[in-house]
């Protein structure tokens, strides 16, 4: 299938296996890719409703991009139980790195792109490359899973037990049932991970979000900073939980995405440039003035 603006879309592929079946992802290729950079995208739905197709128009946006865009399924919880989830999630990463030729990407700019549970997803995997606990069994053994950056949008970063609500937080038993443990929720947490190593990551949130609170993207931003992590923050005023599917945002949220993936993935010696060229500029024109 290929959409109007020349998308080669491959529908229901599979890369990977899960709780006894296959597990399936819609490829957004754009003309002409070769060596491109690749984004796997991810939906929410609070871990246990949602599916592939709701990242079509975000794929398909990133694909306009030059980006091959991977959009990706996980099992869910009334199917499988934690961590059955990231174990798919990091299935779908080694199978892109696998399979880099057929793809036509550059295995070494796969970044990953998330929406609420998918950005959880998102964070978390960004975060535990060399964990193995996370890697699961579903195809392509010992592929890396490292991430050349990360976006998260509206993203759930802390998980807790008990009735203190840390700032940011949300109750682990949303994730792991009613048998979640601190253990668990701390493990579970992409802000556990916040360390030097972690790939360069942008946060979208939205003020207005009362499904995952927007000191979560604070607390994110603020710990991946602290440790030398170039990482930005977007907090759009007044928006819900939901937003950037929006007719109206969906585009405007891809483009960021996209030109902070190409200001730290595909071409991070651009805006260097660009700054240089600038100040010659500056200079020249100093110069000319001062001669007046």
Not at 181 to 193: D, F, I, M
Not at 218 to 243: C, I, K, Q, W
Request: net charge negative.
């Amino acid at each position: 299938m290929e959409s109007a603006d020349g998308i080669r879309i491959e529908e229901g592929v599979t890369f990977g296996t899960g709780g006894g079946r296959d597990l399936k992802c819609d490829i957004y290729t754009p003309a002409g890719a070769s060596n491109a950079p690749a984004v796997l995208v991810l939906y929410g739905g609070a871990w246990r409703m949602g599916d592939r197709g709701r990242m079509r128009g975000a794929s398909l946006a990133l694909a306009r991009h030059g980006y091959v865009a991977v959009a990706g399924e996980y099992r869910l919880t009334p199917e499988s139980p934690w961590p059955a989830h990231i174990h798919d999630v990091k299935a779908n990463i080694r199978w892109m790195r696998a399979n880099a030729t057929r793809l036509n990407i550059d295995e070494s700019k796969i970044s990953v792109q998330g929406h609420s549970a998918g950005a959880h997803l998102a964070l978390l995997a960004a975060g535990t490359a060399h964990i193995r606990d996370f890697d699961g069994d579903g195809g392509n053994p010992g592929v890396p899973t490292h991430l050349a950056a990360a976006v998260g949008v509206y993203t759930p970063v802390l998980f807790h037990v008990g009735g203190v609500r840390p700032s940011g937080g949300l109750p682990a038993a949303a994730l792991m049932g009613e048998a979640a443990t601190e253990e668990g929720a701390l493990a579970a947490s992409p802000l556990t991970y916040a360390s030097p190593t972690f790939p360069p990551t942008l946060l979208i949130h939205g003020s207005k979000d009362t499904v995952v609170p927007p000191s979560a993207s604070t607390r994110m931003y603020d710990a991946l900073r602290s440790v030398g992590v170039p990482a930005e923050l977007h907090m759009y005023a007044n928006l819900p939980h939901g937003f950037a599917r929006l007719p109206s945002m969906l585009n405007l949220v891809q483009d960021e995405s996209a030109n902070f993936l190409l200001r730290h993935v595909v071409a991070p010696s651009r805006i260097e440039e660009e700054l240089k060229e600038q100040q010659a500029q500056m200079a020249a024109q100093q110069a000319a003035a001062a001669s007046l």
